[in-house]
Structure formats: structure tokens, C-alpha cells
């Protein structure tokens, strides 16, 4: 059943909304919604209390470890990390008290997937799949989507379809799937992207980019068919929009009692 599930977005260490396609090396042409004045274990906390469960901690660029393990401490073993995990590091956020590990870029050397690689994470992980979500964020091309890495600034070799989905729903126990061109946008979700994963996903998957009112979650459980979860980021509350939190914790109580 479709369910809100909160996010923890760190850049520079600091927790952020951020305009998705504005994320690159140059730190001018960043545009963010809003910064926040509280640490990632303040939302980590908040998280706990309100019982929101499935929430992602995204590490963009370098100097996040330390706010990332913060939230972590908060809330050990809820909370889903990713941003530059690979086979190296899965274990150790593991350790550190994720619940599970989300991987990206790691998975496209050169821009091009690799099933070698994959299957080294989810070796590290003790070919354990239940601790590994698959993060298939895209943008728009021609009438499809294309998976994009390196904060979604390039494009890789898959296509986001039924096809790769199947490939990949072995390996791994859910996807993150964010429209990086709606991402920060406010300005609606992607009907089709979302409709389309209700058809092909037979895993948990959660989509984020342009959530902007309550009414995105009811307009997801209906396209969908309940098999998508939403993310929203910018419009909420806590991070200086207009939908409340606590309305999205009060949609996914009576979800649970329906």
C-alpha cells in the first residue's frame, strides 16, 4: 500500500533541499529550497517519534559521513544511507547502524552498468539482498527515461524500463527511483514515470521529485495501483514548504487502519 516516506538530504554536511538538476561539481550553480539550521539527528529523531519508517538518508558529494552516522545514532537500524556507497564501504554503514545501503553510481563505471559490480556489493553485504536498495534515479529522454548517476548529472547506458527492472529486482530488496528533472521543482510528479513503475515493479519502490501537497499520495495510490511509495522533500513543513508533516503521518496511519 502506498505509504509518505520522509527523506534526510545532506550536502556539505548540512541537511538540504536542493533543485535535483542543479547538482554538479561547481558549487555556483547549486540552487537550493532551503537550508536547514538543525543537525540530520534532529530529523532522524523526528523520524522516530513519528513512526516513519523507510526513510533515506542521501550523502550528495563529499563531507556527509559524519552528519550521516548522526542520524544514524538516532535511529540505528531504520534508516536506508546512500551516496558513494560501494563494495568497500556497504558493510561498514551497515555496521554503523543503516538498515540498509543504497547504490547508485558505484554500479555504472564509465556510465556503463555493471553486473560484476552489483554482485560485489551484494557479496560485501553477505549476498544478503534484504540490506540493499537499488537507486535508478532518471531523467527524461524522448518518450523514456534514462538512468542518470554522479548526482544525476550524467547519463548512463540503461534505459529505466519493465526490462532492467526485471534484471535487477533479484539483487536487491527495493528501489529509489528519483525524477531528477522534477526534483526540488515543486511543480507535480511525473504521472507516467509513476504509473509505469506500479506496472513493472513487483519490489517496494519509492519515487520522489515534485511532491507539492497531500493530494500527491492519493493521486500515487490510484495510479499505481498502492505500489508506490512517494517522497516528498521541499514542500514539506520542516524543510520550509507548505505540507504539513504531521498530515503525512496522519494519511499513512489510516492507510494502515484501512
Known sequence: MTRFRPCIDLHSGQVKQIVGGTLSSTFSDLKTNHVSKLPASHFAKLYRELDLTGAHVIMLGPNNEAAAEDALVAWPGALQVGGGINDKNAKCWIDRGADKVI??????????????????????????????????????????????????????????????????????????????????????????????????????????????????????????????????GSALDIFGGGVKLEDCTSWNRKQREL
Not at 515534485?210 to 499520495?217: E, F, K, S, T, V
Request: proline residues 2%; aromatic residues 6%.
Open 103 to 232: 547504490v547508485t553510481s558505484y554500479l555504472f563505471p564509465g556510465a556503463k552498468f555493471s553486473m560484476n559490480r552489483l554482485n560485489a556489493v551484494l557479496q560485501a553485504l553477505g549476498g544478503d539482498k534484504d540490506k540493499l536498495v537499488i537507486d535508478l534515479s532518471c531523467r527524461k529522454q524522448g518518450g523514456g527515461w534514462v538512468v542518470a548517476m554522479n548526482k544525476w548529472q550524467d547519463l548512463t547506458d540503461m534505459e529505466l524500463n519493465e526490462n532492467s527492472i526485471k534484471i535487477l529486482e533479484p539483487f536487491c530488496s527495493e528501489f529509489l527511483i528519483h525524477a531528477a528533472d522534477n526534483e526540488g521543482l515543486q511543480r507535480g510528479i511525473d504521472e507516467d514515470l509513476v504509473k509505469s513503475l506500479g506496472l513493472w515493479c513487483t519490489l517496494p519502490v519509492t519515487y520522489a521529485g515534485g511532491g507539492r501537497n497531500i493530494d500527491d499520495l492519493e493521486t500515487i495510490k490510484a495510479i499505481s495501483l498502492g505500489r508506490v511509495d512517494l517522497t516528498i
